[in-house]
């Protein structure tokens, strides 16, 4: 499969109920998304983006044109039940807690009971929310309401994952952690298609990019290719005495380069998760949603989990018996074998055998019942080897000596 998504000329016209007044959402888009790539779909609100991503999940029925998604149909169960959407707004139901949240959408795709029990605790963990996992999501934030809405887009371990505007309501961790995870989803062998309007939150994050304006593409590319300024040169360097600085200026000067030299500047965005990690290392409490940045693992990429089944059976499989036998005898060769007797222990033993030798060994017939042996006596010098101390005396022993014993 080459794209994940494809559409062709898709069109979506609206109009009022006299049909007057048409607006054209979405004009003619062709739209390519390549397997395992971050594809960030951008554009000003009312550009079309949010009726695009509805016509791809068939939630609207274009005008014109049509849309594939996963060689597809997106109304076909089959395709549907391997796609993650976070919509703009989440429509959660407001009386019940995160964890029932997540397992109310875990029994819409027909997951068994320890499947969704698993990945929701892995969810809650990973978006953050395991601390209040039992409040009603009617109490969250907008924030912590996006955090568990992204959670329930991955129950279903998604191949292709739809998200329009993740980071809204998000505070700059939320908003870090969000594209920490794409990126990670992305390693995993994830498509991920972002829609957004913050340009800042998709830069770090996408291959590829396309800006919608007026229902049309204006502009597709590679990030760095299209935000590259190829008539300009940036030297980053470290600490340089005051000589060499006006050497560089001299430089410049003759070159008659428009120049500007100065320390640089991190990212607010940076700054400020810098300052909340550090509390965090401190252990303040707080009340709202954690950070947490390690991605669960039944998000990893299918292929390696059928790899190494494949491997198994066939492990299983070339086994003949021959092998089987063999490795019967490693097994039986590697148990633990005892020590070596001692001279002593040998004496011992042979005087035992010994006293079992010499008894006569006769058959006894089927229905006859065993005689009890009376004239045997038990050899008192081997069992006091054996015990330690000496057997008491029959006849002298007392009716409490054995219970003393």
Known sequence: MEYAIETFSLTKIFSDWWGRNRVVAVDGLNLKVRTNEVYGFLGPNGSGKTTTLKMLLGL???????????????????????????????YLYKYLTARETLDFYGQLFKLPARVRKMRIEALLDMVGLKAVANRTVG??????????????????????LILDEPTTGLDPIGTRQIKDLIIELAKRGKT????????????DVCDRIA??????IQAEGNVRDLLRHSDKTEITTGRLSPAALEKIKQTLAEERAEYTIGSPLDKLETF??????????????TSGAESRTQISDFLSAKTDERARREAILNQLVSASPSDEQTATTDTQNTQPQPAPATPADEDLLNRLTEQVDSKPVTMQPTKAKPEPATSDQPDKSILDELTGRPLPDKKNAHPGDSANA
Do not use: W
Request: proline share 6%.
């Open 139 to 160: 109490t969250f934030s907008k924030g912590m309401a996006r955090r568990i809405g992204l959670a329930q887009a991955l129950i279903n371990d998604p191949e292709l």
């Open 272 to 285: 400020f998760i810098n300052i909340v990690a550090r509390a965090q290392q401190q252990a303040v409490p």
């Open 192 to 203: 991920v298609l972002l829609c957004s309007h913050l340009l800042a939150d998709v830069e």
């Open 60 to 90: 609207l029925h274009p005008t014109k044109g049509k849309a594939l998604i996963l060689e597809g149909d997106a109304t076909d169960p089959q395709i549907n039940r391997r796609i993650g959407f976070l919509p703009e707004e989440s």
């Open 211 to 216: 800006i919608l304006y007026g229902g049309r």
